[in-house]
């Protein structure tokens, strides 16, 4: 259990570092905030609302989903992304989908094309064509998985942060078919292609979810 927790903040820390790295790199190679300029959307669920069962992760305990709120089985796909405004030089995107309350990675996709300025829904299934992806916090493989909180422990809402950063560059992640890359490995190479200024812009969409009843 501590080790499990230091490595939860290690990535917590990781994933703030690239985030500065990434707000800085903006506004230098664009001189403005981003706020009319590099920004995602999704017409799957708005900004700072609930995400819908779709979404959600399916884990059976006793016949029912502990991952939804009503026990309901989820459709653990991901979500339709959208995003405009990219610097033109742009070469590749990355998406990840990060739950800041539990410290927690549930999808990372690289080396998505620059030309590409959507992915639909469930785009993130296994050995998806609109990119490589990284093996989740989950590990049960390079894929999506949906959100699932404990239920009643606190803090109850969870906060599952999209993010999607444009990159001058293409990224090469370490990997082989017995230790394939994680979502560590893709923090690690942000924070690298931050550093030397490939990080051109980032934007950022947030879903939340509980299940527990009427978390105060």
Not at 52 to 70: G, R, Y
Not at 86 to 105: L, S
Request: net charge negative; hydrophobic share 40%.
């Amino acid at each position: 259990m501590n080790s499990n927790k230091r490595r939860f903040r290690q990535v917590a820390i990781i994933a703030l570092g690239i985030s500065v790295l990434a707000a800085n790199a903006f506004a230098r190679d664009d001189g403005t905030d981003g706020d009319n300029c590099f920004r995602v959307t999704s017409t799957t669920f708005a900004n700072d609302t609930i995400m819908p069962l779709e979404t959600i992760h399916t884990v059976i305990s006793n016949n029912v989903n502990v991952c939804s709120i009503d026990g309901s089985q989820g459709g653990n796909r991901s979500p339709e992304l959208s995003w405009s405004g990219a610097p033109p030089e742009t070469k590749t995107f990355v998406v990840t989908a990060f739950d800041v309350t539990a410290a927690f990675t549930h999808w990372g996709m690289y080396n998505i094309p620059g030309n590409v300025t959507t992915l639909p829904e469930n785009a993130g299934v296994p050995g998806s064509q609109y990119g490589q992806q990284v093996v989740n916090d989950f590990f049960n493989g390079a894929e999506y998985d949906g959100p699932c909180p404990p239920a009643n422990v606190a803090p109850f809402v969870h906060q599952y942060v999209f993010t999607v950063y444009a990159l001058r560059t293409r990224l090469e992640l370490p990997g082989s078919a017995n230790f394939p890359a994680n979502a560590e490995t893709l923090y690690q190479a942000l924070i690298k292609a931050g550093e030397k200024h490939h990080i051109l812009a980032s934007a950022s969409l947030t879903g939340l979810y509980t299940t527990t009843v009427s978390p105060k």
